[in-house]
């Protein structure tokens, strides 16, 4: 266990401010090379917002709506401040001092193409009376592609790899078991890796939270560009809207991230850009 300290708190922030450069200028790159159904459109550009935490921090909500990407979000934020006594209980390291300290991306974009997945992608440090890093990312395919699913898990544990031969297998296990519908007894989607309370070393545990982070940079584009010029069908489109709703009851039901931003008074228009802009659920059949 170790606490981090102001310089490295800084690093982090800096590193996740980074990476939010790098994916909007990859992913408005994509919406100019386009060349499929919408291409008519104007390319998309993002729209940056930043906004104030009243307890302490706050954070810059990157949204872009365009050709490519139907609606895409890259958030920052970096909050400090206090747990509620009954969230404090729930977050290691806070039940006894509920002081903490948090910064981290998140990315979800959804594609106006079925046969582009729908993608997530979050990093974050934390600290309380101890320090750790924790994030991960999946696919979410309308449209199930195994080449797309082998292009995602190889790079992945890849990189997983490079730190630790037992990471991809845990923490894939860990993203299987954690974006799961119980309620439907289904996977939100092909799942990826999911990882949290990493607090052996900052060093080591900073540079994987960095390698996955350019792992997801350069390997989601890739899955982008095997398909984005794609002509689709209506039935295709609708069967995107109707997948698009599990995504939306296991944000709601069940993700930790929302649950967070929202106890620890988030702004609430960040922590629900994770939501689709169109979604269907069809009518039951009696």
Not at 111 to 124: D, E, G, K, L, Y
Not at 136 to 147: A, F, H, K, Q, V
Not at 253 to 277: C, Q, W, Y
């Amino acid at each position: 266990m170790y606490i981090s300290t102001d310089q490295q708190k800084e690093e982090a922030t800096d590193w996740f401010t980074s990476l939010r450069d790098q994916i909007c200028a990859t992913f408005e790159k994509l919406e100019e090379d386009y060349e499929g159904p919408k291409k008519s459109m104007p390319p998309g550009k993002f729209n940056k917002k930043g906004w104030r935490r009243d307890g302490g921090g706050g954070g810059v909500m990157s949204i872009m709506e365009g050709r490519l990407f139907e609606k895409v979000g890259v958030n920052v934020s970096t909050v400090m401040g206090i747990f509620s006594k009954e969230f404090s209980k729930e977050i290691a390291g806070a039940e006894d001092d509920p002081r903490f300290w948090a910064s981290g991306i998140s990315i979800v974009a959804h594609m106006w193409s079925p046969h582009v997945p729908a993608v997530h992608m979050n990093t974050r440090h934390v600290t309380t009376t101890k320090s750790w890093f924790g994030g991960g990312t999946d696919l979410t395919p309308m449209i199930p592609n195994e080449g797309d699913t082998n292009v995602f898990h190889t790079a992945l544990e890849v990189a997983c790899n490079q730190h630790d031969p037992a990471y991809y297998p845990r923490f894939k296990k860990w993203c299987d078991e954690y974006f799961y519908l119980a309620h439907r007894d289904e996977a939100r989607g092909i799942g990826g890796i999911f990882y949290d309370q990493l607090g052996d070393s900052f060093d080591s545990d900073f540079q994987f939270t960095k390698d996955i982070g350019l792992t997801f940079k350069k390997v989601f584009p890739q899955i982008v560009r095997r398909h984005m010029n794609n002509s689709w069908t209506d039935e295709e489109r609708e069967l995107q809207l109707v997948k698009r709703g599990r995504y939306v009851e296991f944000n709601l039901l069940h993700d930790r991230g929302t649950l967070f931003g929202l106890k620890t008074g988030g702004n609430v228009e960040a922590i629900l850009m994770s939501l689709p802009p169109q979604v269907a659920w069809p009518a039951p059949k009696l």
